[in-house]
């Protein structure tokens, strides 16, 4: 037995007391507080004498390490799922916890294009020259899993110091089984876009978490910019991660809306946008930007010309894998999104266009995208439809048009794999078949105009008289091609033009009737942040990517309250097609409605527009800086229903505008 003494500060306890109390408020202890308490008190207790245990506690030297996201899924199959983290250090001991389960096999990667600039937004911290910042990503998988139950996750990752980071818990699933009820999130063009982070709270709150969410393209603005993807801190203008991971007020607190938790519970199924590409990568040369390169992709095809005369010098080994990397670099690559997700690979597109199956769900990723570019033909810059008049004799400086990143056509690869796919068994018996692409198949949004055909372009030369002749070559264009017949004709053009002939719609003359041969239900795409919809026999076609930054929707108003009815805003490329010499034919471009003359779906309930302005009739279409809509594919009820609100008002109702069957 042993005692111990126990001595007390009388003074120190009457004010701990009186803090207790009220805190040391006069309006709250009107009277002082009589305390008994002995000087000195003796209580007998039993000590255990401790054995002193040196324990070695890890001490966060490095403040700058951190999780960049926290977990969320991928590639979910009948019996397993694969998470995926991002941290900004190598680190160790990186372990999935599922259930009553936990994995350290973790394949770790770093990736190799994340960067900033001067025009990166990050808390506290900016660029003077393009920096690369260290992303490393984790990717386990959680196996034996049951279809139908879910269970709990978390991740953790050791850093050199030895501190632990260990991610909220969360649930997890395999792909659930067949005549299971979904709800699928359809959205696309995050692009760190106003309204955003909004919208994905309003889907959790409005419709619970998705099971799983299709993203027809356009993530980020620059996907070679980590900040965009993981902590962008710019009013409102998230990054990706902190908009679909409910945490954007991490990066920007005091802002009213914190995002949507869906990632961490719902795996992603995503499709290439313009936005998934670079250009042209060449980081040591001067005044190199993001944004520059962005904006400055060539065709590959024309790569591989430039690597003929070059290759020698930069392959004298011939070797194919410095090869293929010179030609990405030197026309355009989506290395740095294909780096951060996992889709399915096993098709000959790899994870660039796929198919894969989601409980009564069959989903194809279609690569449907094409370099945007200005409007203009006055020549002062490249354009969609010219270059520019002081580089006509220097093609590296061309822009060639709005060329297509990669084929679809009939005679290419990836329409073959569309057609074995849809020979499939899966596919043919799946009750309902989606399909993803990005680029503008339809519509009334600006960026449908031109359609989607292979630009022409046209050498055009002045004979003795003055009179233009042309010389029209389609692209792609064969080494041959170029180096026998275009390149001895650019001393003497006057200028380059391109022309995208209605006729040559490549999506409308050989997708289109390849998926309404197959009974595909829904084809959804995004592009022009707009809400709009379509029906061409028993196919659907829906836009849902307005997120609050509309690029316009152009149609015909018989009320003539609607007078937004003329597409872009360039001038002299709609003077040009409407004068007495075109350049362009009007035919091919036209200012209003779909390009294909397919009619466009009016809303089912009510038309969104007119909470704007109370005198617009019931149009056909979303295109809004203020409301922002998102849609929901329900398996249960074989529909598909949109919802919009308005960001601004914090009490916004989430109304229902839309529902239609696709069954």
Known sequence: MKTVIQKLNIVSLICLTTFLIGCGDEKTVEKPVEVEVPVEVEVPVEVEVPVEIEVEVPVRVNAEHTLLTEPFLQLPTNNSVNVVWFTNFEGSKHTLTFGDKATSEVTTTKLKRMMEDTSSRQFDKTYTEVSYRSVYRHEATASGLTQGERIEYSISSTDS??????????????????????????????????????????????????????????????????????????????????????????????????????????????????????????PSKEGYSLNGSFND????????????????????????????QWIADQSHNHQSFLDIFSFPDDG???????????????????NVSRIWRSWSVSGTSKSKFVESLTTLEDPTQWGFGEFLFERFDKESQ??????????????????????????????????????LAQPVMQLVELDTNGKEVLTEYSFPLTTEAWTTKVEPMLSKVSEIRYQY??????????????????????VHIGHSHLWNRAQVGKLHYLESSNVGNSYGAYYIDD????????????????????????????ENYPANGDPQGREISFPTIFSPMSMEDENYPNLPFVTSNTLSVFSILDTETSTVKSYVFDPNDLTSEVKLFDEFSIE
């Open 414 to 451: 990836q329409y073959a794999w569309l057609e074995s796919v849809m020979q499939t068994d899966s596919f043919k018996n799946a009750k309902y078949k989606v399909v993803m692409a990005h680029q503008g198949a339809f519509g009334l949004g600006d960026n449908t105009v031109p359609v």
């Open 161 to 282: 110091d030895g501190f632990n980071f260990t991610s909220d818990t969360y649930t997890l699933a395999p792909a659930p089984a067949q005549g299971a009820p979904l709800k699928i999130l359809l959205t696309s063009d995050l692009q760190s876009k106003k309204n955003v982070v909004a919208n994905y709270q309003k889907v959790v709150e409005t419709v619970g978490t998705p099971d799983a969410i299709l993203f027809a393209g356009d993530f980020v603005n620059i996907p070679d910019r980590a900040s965009e993807w993981f902590d962008q801190s710019k009013n409102n203008a998230p990054g990706f991660f902190p908009a679909l991971q409910g945490n954007y007020q991490k990066y920007l607190p005091g802002f009213p809306y914190n995002g949507g938790e869906i990632l961490q519970h719902a795996p992603l199924f995503g499709t290439i946008g313009n936005h998934e590409v670079m250009g042209r990568y060449n």
């Open 297 to 324: 992709p060539q065709p590959a095809w024309y790569a591989e010309v430039a690597y003929e005369q070059v290759k020698t010098e930069v392959n004298p080994s011939n070797d194919a894998d410095i090869k293929a």
């Open 559 to 586: 009320t003539g309250t609607y007078t937004k009815n003329i597409r872009a805003s360039y001038a002299d490329f709609w003077a040009d097609v409407n004068s007495d010499t075109p350049r362009w034919t009007i």
């Open 501 to 522: 002939p209605l006729n040559e719609d490549i999506w409308f003359n050989d997708i289109e009737p390849l998926l309404i041969k197959n009974d595909v239900n829904l």
């Open 348 to 366: 000959v597109g790899g994870e660039e266009y796929y198919a894969t199956v989601f409980g009564d769900v069959f989903i194809i990723s279609m």
